[in-house]
């Protein structure tokens, strides 16, 4: 049996811009998703902590080091520029190996930046 589990969680970032005139996605700071183990154009699952949307979107890498975190396209209409996200993708794997699986979670500061 093959099942989906969380492989990576980047929890509560904050989110730096919202732009609405954009063909879709969020831009994520490439530090951040390279410490997650999530690639360019994986599909995520974000939750905003302060409203309680829950959506699907891919990701695009941002510039590294920048912190940002950008909800691009009709995602902008579901958070605002200081909201709080957590930022999550999923794997599918055997029930065996999902028994033995530890996701990556990354708990970023409050400027979006890897706690050492």
Do not use: W
């Not at 811009?17 to 879709?24: K, S």
């Not at 709080?84 to 979670?105: D, K, Q, T």
């Not at 990354?106 to 400027?111: E, M, S």
């Amino acid at each position: 049996m093959i099942i989906e589990i969380l492989k990576s969680k980047i929890h509560r970032a904050k989110v730096t811009q919202a732009e609405l005139n954009y063909v879709g996605s969020i831009t994520i700071d490439e530090d951040l998703i390279d410490a997650a183990n999530i690639i360019a154009n994986e599909k995520v699952q974000i939750v905003n902590n302060n409203n309680g949307a829950r959506f699907e979107t891919y990701v695009i890498r941002g510039e590294r080091g920048s912190g940002t975190i950008c909800l691009n396209g009709a995602t902008a209409r579901l958070a605002q520029v200081g909201d709080i996200v957590i930022i999550m993708s999923y794997a599918y794997m055997e029930i065996e190996e999902a028994r033995n699986y530890e996701p990556i979670l990354i708990f970023p500061d409050n400027d979006n930046k890897l706690i050492q």
